[in-house]
């Protein structure tokens, strides 16, 4: 039986296939993740799961290849979880997390949209927000910033 989103939802509020997913990742990439953030949970927890188990699976395995610490941030999360398609810019300042956490949200969205505008052809982006495609590169990385169905190596 397939899993459905709400039993996602449901198994995410008691951190079962959290948990399971940051083990068997942190292990396979090397790094030492134990947690996520407060604000990142309740993201994942407000998010619909369209994808059910996988989606959840593909998310924490993105993120966790991103994080430069020992805990998953909102920065970390993969793009279509932090960007609903109602969000607005303007939301941001509702938002309960670090200064910090918020830019990095902020920036990893307009990054998107530029490359997504540019059809994602990064020399152009770039040149549209006034930095190098060295820098760009680099964002593109940092965030885990892919186009739908592709991976961070493809559009390098």
């Known amino acids: 039986m397939r899993p459905t989103p709400k039993s996602v939802k449901i198994a995410i509020s008691g951190w079962t296939l959290i948990k399971h997913f940051l083990k068997h990742y942190s292990q396979v990439s090397g790094k030492d993740i134990k947690t996520v953030s407060t604000e990142a949970l309740k993201i994942m927890q407000g998010y619909s799961w369209p994808g ?69 052809v990064q020399a152009y982006a770039a040149e549209k927000l006034g930095i190098s495609e060295r820098v760009m590169s680099y964002k593109i990385k940092k965030y885990g910033i892919v186009k739908k169905g592709r991976s961070v190596e493809q559009i390098s």
């Open 52 to 120: 059910n188990v996988r989606q959840l699976e593909n998310a924490i395995e993105s993120a966790i290849a991103v994080c430069d610490g020992n805990m998953i941030k909102i920065s970390d999360l993969p793009f279509e979880l932090t960007d609903p398609p109602t969000e607005k810019s303007s939301d941001l300042l509702d938002y309960q997390g670090s200064l910090t956490e918020v830019v990095a949200l902020f920036e990893k969205q307009i990054i998107y949209k530029a490359l997504e505008q540019n059809e994602w």
